[in-house]
């Protein structure tokens, strides 16, 4: 009875890490052109869905402000609700921006985060944020 018992909760927690937590599930739900405001700054993010089973997608990302502009664009990797949006650096030696986003469950609002990203939008602005899904691809 127990290795019965043992081998449907594994079963169960399986299906629960291959469906609720898996890529699939928010990477396909994030592809579109997202916008979020924050004072005077304006967020916008475009997303492409390259391969949602694996976790996969294509981003370019902008912030405005009186003063401030700046962008980055590269291959970011969705796990769970999470994505880690990395620019493309041809050089190795150099450090690379990293924007770090947080979906809601339903995939409609986001929330970013950067790190090492003051070379790409000057010292007046930032990459951090909220933005909701304006537009889905």
Not at 93 to 112: A, I, L, P
Request: a positive charge; charged letters at 25%; aromatic letters at 8%.
């Amino acid at each position: 009875m127990k290795k019965n018992c043992k081998a449907k909760a594994f079963v169960v927690l399986a299906m629960f890490f291959a469906n609720g937590l898996g890529h699939t599930q928010v990477s396909g739900k994030i592809g579109g052109t997202w916008e979020g405001f924050v004072g005077q700054k304006i967020l916008r993010m475009d997303v492409v869905t390259l391969k949602p089973e694996d976790g996969y997608v294509a981003a370019e990302f902008a912030v405005a402000e009186p003063g401030c502009s700046g962008g980055i664009a590269g291959i970011g990797k969705v796990k769970g609700n999470s994505m880690v949006l990395t620019q493309y650096m041809a050089n190795k030696d150099e450090r690379s921006c990293m924007v770090t986003m947080q979906f809601d469950e339903k995939g409609e609002t986001v929330k970013v985060s950067e790190s090492s990203c003051s070379d790409f939008h000057g010292a007046s602005c930032n990459f951090s944020g909220e933005m909701r899904r304006v537009r889905p691809n």
